[in-house]
């Protein structure tokens, strides 16, 4: 099939059906080589009709835009509300541990009320100032850098703080879900903030609803061989479940 319109209906009429394809695939369907596909999915991609990723091209943007605090606040509100429930059940006994930056980990920081002593080790200013008055709870503040979309520090001075630290559970919001790239966000200061943070803790959890599957952005935090949960909404994909626990990370959906 060497007709270019016969061809673009052919990988529109695959991406409705899948509602992603690959170049790999779409060659050997219509006995064409790479390069050709490549040029098709360009065509296409500039009449906005679908968006190139890696190897293919998807009906969906693959890549997460960076958002203000503010407005991702009121996104999924009620999913990032019982996230942060099912999250509370993994602290446990824990007596210290991390929460990162992002609006759905901010849910917990506003329904922690530990009956023991608890510290929390956090960049963010909305989760610092929400428990600074908390009782049982220690917060020990991130020093940095202050990014004013995310109200969050990133750099070295938090970098440094964190080689002398160690916690039993960190908690992370997170922009894309990427079964080919990891987990990530969409600033890479605080890309590399999340991996010190990572590094110092004996559990990893990310805290993501359904719409971050299948996205990326520009910094990856880690792979799926370092998280242990995810927990997501119900809207999430039997797929996007199978995948992650063939990879191991055990999934908790709210």
Do not use: W
């Amino acid at each position: 099939m060497k007709n270019i319109t016969d061809r673009h209906e052919l990988i529109l009429q695959r991406l409705k059906e899948n509602g992603k394809v690959s170049i790999a695939e779409l060659a050997e369907l219509m006995n064409v080589t790479g390069v050709t596909i490549r040029k098709d999915l360009k065509i296409l991609e500039d009449k906005n009709l679908l968006f190139r990723t890696k190897g293919g091209a998807s009906v969906s943007n693959p890549y997460a835009s960076e958002r203000t605090i503010n407005e991702k606040e009121f996104i999924n509100s009620d999913q990032k509300k019982r996230i942060a429930k099912a999250a509370m059940a993994l602290i446990g006994s824990s007596d210290s541990i991390s929460i990162g930056s992002g609006t759905t980990v901010f849910e917990l920081a506003r329904c922690l009320f530990p009956a023991n002593h608890l510290t929390v080790i956090t960049p963010a200013l909305k989760v610092g100032l929400e428990l600074s008055n908390r009782p049982n709870v220690e917060v020990l503040q991130l020093g940095g850098l202050i990014r004013s979309n995310s109200s969050s520090v990133a750099g070295t001075y938090a970098e440094r703080t964190l080689q002398e630290l160690s916690c039993e559970i960190i908690f992370l919001g997170v922009d894309g879900i990427d079964f080919d790239f990891g987990f990530s966000i969409t600033n890479i200061a605080e890309a590399t903030l999340n991996q010190k943070m990572i590094e110092t803790a004996q559990t990893v959890v990310i805290m993501a609803d359904s719409t971050k599957f299948n996205k990326r952005g520009l910094g990856k935090i880690c792979s799926f061989d370092q998280v242990q949960y995810v927990i997501t909404d119900d809207k999430v994909s039997e797929k996007n479940i199978r995948q992650l626990e063939d990879r191991s990370v055990k999934v908790i959906v709210v």
